[in-house]
């Protein structure tokens, strides 16, 4: 089955951060935090997947101050941190909301991801993954990681499902329509 046949089916996009969502590094101060960036485009699409009814979960390996407080203002629908076996999540949210494996998609950079990969029905890899990671991938987005490969993908499920006029109406017509904008100039 075609890239595009596969996003049709995504009701729900799962992201791994460090390396997807962030560029993978990452900046520690005197005191032990640590400061990462994200991409804005990333977070409007994000916003733009739950206007079209994707649900979207953030795993990540570690805990962070700094992706807890990205998570809650681009209003992701499930986030866990700290997680050592990412198919956990995966499986808990497959329970959740009610979907097969077929229906969710994965975007991660590294090893710690293959396995979760594995079993979802539509993997994607950022543009500087691991090779191995570009192996079991069925998308491998042009762009890196928290340098919109995630943006990307969602642009591409979002084209497949053909919800851009939904979006835009929804935009258009929400009460909240000048909060979005908000979020996503910010
Ligand atoms: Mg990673």
Do not use: C
Request: glycine share 10%; net charge negative.
């Amino acid at each position: 089955m075609d890239q595009k046949e596969l996003a049709k089916k995504v009701k729900l996009l799962m992201m791994d951060v460090d390396g997807t969502l962030s560029d993978g590094r990452f900046f520690v101060l005197p005191d032990g935090t640590a400061l990462k960036s994200f991409d804005v485009k990333d977070g409007t699409g994000i916003i733009f997947a739950g206007l079209a009814g994707i649900r979207t979960a953030i795993i990540s390996g570690k805990k962070s101050e700094a992706v807890k407080k990205r998570v809650e203002e681009l209003h992701v629908d499930d986030y866990f941190e700290g997680v050592r076996d990412k198919t956990a999540p995966l499986f808990q949210l497959l329970e959740k909301y009610e979907l097969t494996k077929e229906e969710v998609a994965y975007i991660g950079d590294d090893i710690g991801d293959a396995e979760v990969m594995g079993m979802v029905g539509f993997s994607a890899a950022v543009g500087d993954a691991h090779p191995l990671i570009k192996r079991i991938s069925h998308y491998i987005a042009k762009r890196y990681g928290g340098r919109g490969a995630v943006r990307e993908l969602i642009d591409f499920i979002l084209d497949a499902q053909g919800k851009w006029q939904e979006i835009f109406t929804k935009l258009k017509n929400s009460d909240n329509a000048d909060e979005i904008m908000r979020k996503i100039n910010s």
